[in-house]
């Protein structure tokens, strides 16, 4: 079965790396990631690094355990899926961060996924509104980065 990928991206006025720490700062995930309701790191680890495994919990209820396969602070970092929701036979999520000026960060989710069949008949509509989801989670970080969260 073939992968199914997309893109979204933003802009946000605010330091390359305080971008990245501000986004993988699990404390402070909560106050900003409207699409969470829980998200902690496992086994005892203080910070988000390789190796590391997370635990996100959506609004909606689905659960998904990941670990951070890449984190090269402050331009990328990327998870893969160890445990979620049955329909995804595999999940990939990666953020990049690229400076675009002083104090201005284009910031970038891409998703890779695969779904299960019955689900693969759904893909578009699963595609869709996870598109939907990483639009409002940028425009939720840019909105708490440049309204005070952090001083850029």
Not at 63 to 80: D, G, H, I, L, Q
Request: overall charge positive; charged content about 25%; glycine content about 6%.
């Amino acid at each position: 079965m073939k992968s199914v990928k997309f893109s979204e991206k933003i802009v946000i006025h605010c330091s390359r790396e305080q971008v990245f720490d501000f986004s993988q700062d699990y404390q402070k995930r909560l106050l900003w990631d409207t699409f969470l309701k829980k998200a902690e790191l496992m086994q005892g680890a203080a910070k988000a690094e390789k190796g590391v495994k997370a635990w996100c919990v959506a609004k909606n209820g689905f659960a998904m355990e990941t670990e951070y396969v890449s984190f090269n602070r402050p331009k990328a970092t990327a998870v893969k899926l160890t445990q979620g929701p049955y329909m995804f036979r595999q999940f990939l999520g990666s953020w990049l961060f690229r400076e675009t000026g002083v104090a201005q960060t284009e910031v970038t989710f891409l998703y890779s996924f695969q779904l299960r069949f019955p689900f693969s008949l759904l893909t578009g509509l699963i595609k869709n509104n996870l598109k939907t989801n990483v639009r409002k989670r940028l425009a939720d970080l840019k909105m708490n980065i440049e309204r005070g969260r952090l001083s850029c």
